[in-house]
């Protein structure tokens, strides 16, 4: 193991997880350095940045540690791959996931570049709850091999859905070395060894959002444009919104003046409406069959991935969400998917991605597009061929 990989830059984020994975790797025995990344500089609605509290938060780490650290900025490059897509998703009526875009494009992209090319590293390491065939040190990497992403020991924290679109160039050198961990283990390791990062919190939402409502942040830089809630089922105004930008699918709508409480069902980008249906679970809101763009996947070389297969995996595009059974075509002409699932789920929502998992392997990940008829259509279908059955 040595002799393959002596030299590893840990990405150092200033909590608890990165801080015990550098650790790990120190005692190993690798020659580690620490690099923290600041992607945003723009200061909270209180003039505050967090990214300048969690690097006094790295360097301490780091101080305990033994370990130097230096700081890359990557303002630039967050802002074009990952802000303003996500703007512009926004503005289309989509809802995003800039955690998935910021591995994509700055951690498992910039970041890896940087420190492979300008600091000498060998591998690169990070504190996210994932696993590969590789091992959680790249014991057993093999040049010729394609590597795959597995999930962690502790499911409830696993991050391999954050890691679905990631590529094999980055995956290949990458260790984590908490993988095999519980959350309680690793904070109980930095209370052991007296890191100041041992109680403190994860992080939590969008980090550049800091404490204020997302309505308000996002209208720092998307200028609203009203338009009118409409219920989906009687066509009845029962409202007006500032923006298609303010919502997404399945979030209650607070709207004064009516009895039951409204959901958002849908959005129309052209006309400027949003649909809205009462009750939580009201059938507009479930799918069972749903369309992507063409699939990112990780390890590409399995024979079940490829184009005019029906792939029997599992589901979710919610971190966190229990996996659900499905079947996904991949289509011939344009390696786009239609994923059927075992059951219906609640509002599947354009802009997101639907990530696939093989019993414990993440296979990838596709952005969604467009869905199939709602559980509420599908059942007036089914009365309607039921009478004519009849007659």
């Known amino acids: 193991m040595m002799k393959k990989f002596k030299n590893v830059v840990v990405g150092i984020s200033g909590g608890v997880d990165s801080a015990v994975t550098a650790y790990l790797l120190k005692k ?3 020659n580690v350095t620490g690099v923290f990344m600041k992607n945003w500089d723009i200061p909270d609605e209180l003039g505050h940045c967090t990214a300048d509290t969690d690097f006094e938060d790295a360097q301490k780490v780091c101080n305990k540690l ?3 650290l230096t700081q890359v900025n990557f303002v630039k490059e967050y802002w074009n791959f990952v802000f303003s897509d996500l703007i512009s998703d926004y503005e289309s009526g989509y809802t995003p996931n800039p955690d998935i875009l910021c591995n994509r494009y700055i951690k498992f992209n910039h970041f890896f570049r940087h420190a492979i090319h300008e600091l000498g590293a060998d591998a690169i390491a990070t504190g996210h709850y994932a696993n590969t065939s590789f091992g959680p040190y790249l014991e057993n990497y093999n040049k010729d091999a394609n590597v795959q992403l597995l999930q962690s ?11 679905s679109q990631i590529d094999q160039l980055a995956l290949k050198k990458t260790m984590f070395p908490i ?9 109980d390791i930095a209370k052991n060894i007296g890191l100041n990062v041992a109680s403190k919190p994860d992080s939590t939402g969008i980090c550049f959002i800091g404490k204020r409502s997302f309505h308000k942040f996002i209208s720092e830089y998307i200028p609203d444009k009203p338009g009118p809630f409409i219920d989906i089922e009687t066509g009845r105004k029962v409202g007006v919104h500032q923006g298609l930008h303010h919502w997404t699918l399945g979030q209650g709508a607070r709207l004064g003046g009516n009895l039951k409480p409204y959901f958002i069902a849908r959005k129309e980008p052209k006309t400027g409406i949003i649909y809205v249906a009462a009750e939580h679970d009201n059938p507009f809101f479930y799918t069972q069959i749903f369309f992507t763009n063409e699939p990112h996947w990780i390890d ?3 024979s079940f991935l490829k184009k005019g297969n029906l792939l029997q995996c599992q ?8 996996l659900i059974n499905c079947s996904a075509y991949i289509d011939t002409k344009y390696n786009h998917l239609m994923v059927n699932l075992e059951k219906p789920l609640r509002a599947i929502t354009p802009g997101q991605y639907a990530v696939f998992y093989l019993n414990d392997q993440c296979l990838g990940s596709a952005r969604i597009l467009n869905l199939g008829p709602n559980m509420y259509h ?4 089914n009365e309607f061929e039921q009478e004519s059955i009849a007659v």
Not at 153 to 163: G, I
Not at 315 to 322: N, S
Request: proline share 7%.
């Open 300 to 302: 590409p070389s399995q």
């Open 315 to 322: 589901f979710r595009f919610q971190h966190g969400k229990p």
């Open 153 to 163: 020991k502790d499911k409830r924290k696993d991050q391999t859905f954050f890691l």
């Open 66 to 68: 033994d370990v130097p």
């Open 28 to 30: 190993k025995g690798f």
């Open 378 to 381: 599908l059942n007036e279908f």
């Open 179 to 187: 993988g095999n961990f519980t959350k309680m283990e690793v904070r």
